[in-house]
């Protein structure tokens, strides 16, 4: 089975950067993704990592380490725009392409 | 530009009603899923497919089924709708690639009298 904690809740400040945890227990691995998820919409992709490492992608870099079970999202030069919720998700090594979903981060952006 | 599509964005069912839910992919896409989102719960796989005629069981599967006569359309189907079914349904799709994401559809909310 796969087991995926992160943070409930964050707020930040407009301008200000922003970590988000996410740590995993699985049986196998294969991937982790991070997806953004407005209000009433549906969930979109960020980043992916398989590879312990930084991925940047713009304001948006994700972190990996396989051997801490952990991956960050790291928001730089926050926008009122990025108040949404963060989803990690994990992919494990069943032989399909399904994902377990940690609960989702809810960052609040503020002025 | 990949789409996927589902059948209504708001749907008011009453307890005991059969109900379907419609996802439609434009992708050539192998990989379908069902799941639903609830609030402090999180996204949860229902069913999936890796193929037409193919289905297999997520973690959440009682009270559902699913069926996919064409690849680019994967139908849920709540046999006998009950209240703890009101929820958020998102249907999504993907390749077989590894580094691939998930598409998502723009969900259906649906709500069980």
């Known amino acids: 089975g796969q087991n995926i904690d992160q943070p409930t809740e964050m707020t930040a400040t407009e301008g200000a950067i922003v970590q988000i945890n996410c740590t995993y227990q699985?049986?196998?691995?294969?991937?982790l993704f991070w997806y953004q998820q407005h209000a009433g919409e549906a969930p979109t992709f960020l980043s992916y990592n398989v590879l312990d490492g930084l991925e940047e992608k713009g304001r948006f870099s994700s972190f990996l380490s396989r051997s801490k079970g952990y991956s960050y999202l790291l928001l730089k030069e926050l926008q009122m725009k990025d108040s949404a919720s963060y989803l990690c998700a994990v992919r494990g090594l069943s032989g399909y392409s399904t994902l377990t979903f940690g609960k989702g981060t809810m960052l609040l952006v503020s002025p | 530009d990949v789409k996927v599509t589902q059948s209504s964005r708001y749907l008011v069912k009453r307890t005991g009603e059969k109900v379907f839910l419609e996802c439609v992919q434009d992708?050539?896409?192998?990989?379908m899923f069902w799941y639903r989102q609830d609030p402090g719960l999180g996204l949860r796989l229902i069913y999936f497919s890796y193929d037409v005629k193919m289905k297999e069981k997520g973690d959440i599967p009682e009270g559902y089924s699913v069926s996919r006569e064409k690849k680019e359309r994967f139908s849920l189907i709540l046999e006998s709708a009950s209240t703890n079914q009101t929820s958020m349904y998102l249907c999504a799709s993907s390749t077989d690639r590894d580094q691939e994401t998930q598409y998502f559809g723009p969900g259906t909310r649906l709500l069980v009298l």
């Open positions: 699985t049986s196998g691995f294969n991937g």
């Open positions: 992708m050539d896409h192998e990989n």
